[in-house]
């Protein structure tokens, strides 16, 4: 079993910050691609930015320029900082990662249980 954990999720005035984190652990041979993705109130959930195990990134243009997401394969960690937030990034956020496993010939589609972002004054 492997399993993600999301933190750093809170409320925050527009204009601040927020880093999240994400953990991996279980039976992990190795972690591929990493992504954030967030589901606003009423809205589907987006993937908003993704890293390739060699730090390769790609960003949604509602974020681009405002999140950095990076990672630490040491630590099996993936990290999304958030600057200049609006009240409009107010959702859930998840992240989301491809494992293979121990002995397994495949990656897992694994997925963290969310951290709530709200952005209000």
């Known amino acids: 079993q492997v399993q993600l954990v999301e933190s750093g999720g809170g409320l925050v005035q527009p204009g601040e910050s927020l880093r999240l984190s994400c953990v991996a652990s279980?039976?992990?041979?190795?972690?591929?691609?990493m992504g954030w993705h967030r589901q606003a109130p009423g809205k589907e959930r987006e993937l908003i930015a993704a890293?390739?195990?060699?730090?390769?990134?790609n960003y949604a243009d509602s974020v681009l320029g405002r999140f950095t997401i990076s990672r630490d394969n040491a630590k099996n960690t993936v990290y999304l900082q958030m600057n200049s937030l609006k009240p409009e990034d107010t959702a859930v956020y998840y992240c989301?990662?491809?494992?293979?496993?121990?002995?397994?010939?495949?990656?897992?589609?694994?997925w963290g249980q969310g951290t709530l972002v709200t952005v209000s004054s």
């Open positions: 989301n990662a491809a494992v293979l496993t121990s002995g397994a010939l495949m990656d897992l589609d694994v």
């Open positions: 279980g039976r992990i041979f190795r972690i591929g691609n």
């Open positions: 890293i390739s195990r060699g730090e390769n990134t």
